[in-house]
């Protein structure tokens, strides 16, 4: 079974510092990774994918991510946050068609 | 814009009503996903199609049931309706279904059951 562990249910940064937001995950198999961004009152929308390419993922926006076998995780990154960052960033883990997990959310507030 | 289509955006209606969500997937795309969201139980899977056919089932319950039509677009009824089952109702598209493939989101239809 599959499963997806957003550890911050809140992050908190300054605009131009760097931002982390973790993930961890739990497949049986070789799974597919996603982070998607959701801006108030809108729909998800994709950042960034991995699906046993490059370990090293770059998404829209500055975004890039890093997956970690042996870690079990893929964490989301950028050097230097802007404004517009603020939103909610959902991690995803898919082994199998129609099998697609959620975590629970990061909502990342960016201050001036 | 994601080309994946909702309506109506907003819906309020009354327990024990039924009500219909209409979804247009991307053009070229042949898979449908229907999720719910929700403040208490988060974002949740409920049930995908693939070219007609139901593909695959997440926490779906029974007073919920859905279809793809030959046009692609995507219907999801809601009946029997209760105050728990407000939230935003997405609909993602893809292109073929498989766990690699990128959904793309469509702006969502809020119900609101009083």
């Known amino acids: 079974a599959q499963s997806v562990t957003q550890l911050d249910s809140h992050v908190s940064v300054s605009e131009g510092t760097p931002v982390l937001l973790r993930c961890n995950y739990s497949s049986s198999y070789s799974p597919s990774l996603f982070w998607y961004v959701q801006h108030p009152n809108k729909g998800l929308q994709l950042l960034l994918k991995?699906?046993?390419?490059?370990?090293l993922v770059k998404g829209i926006n500055g975004f890039e991510a890093e997956f970690k076998k042996s870690e079990t995780s893929f964490h989301l990154t950028k050097p230097s946050a802007h404004m517009s960052d603020a939103a909610e960033y959902f991690c995803v883990v898919s082994e199998a068609a129609g099998k697609s997990t959620f975590g629970d959310g990061t909502t990342l507030t960016v201050k001036p | 814009d994601s080309g994946v289509t909702q309506t109506p955006k907003h819906l309020i209606t009354a327990t024990g009503q039924r009500v219909t969500l209409r979804c247009s997937p991307r053009?070229?795309?042949?898979?449908v996903y229907w999720y719910q969201q929700s403040l208490d139980q988060g974002l949740q899977f409920l049930i995908q199609y693939y070219n007609g056919e139901e593909r695959a089932k997440g926490n779906i319950l029974e007073r919920f049931s859905a279809q793809q039509f030959p046009d692609l677009h995507s219907e999801l009824n809601l009946s029997s309706l209760e105050l728990g089952d407000s939230a935003l109702y997405f609909c993602a598209s893809s292109r073929t279904g498989g766990h690699t493939d990128t959904q793309y989101f469509g702006p969502g239809t809020r119900l609101t059951v009083l």
């Open positions: 991995y699906t046993s390419a490059a370990t």
């Open positions: 053009s070229g795309d042949l898979s």
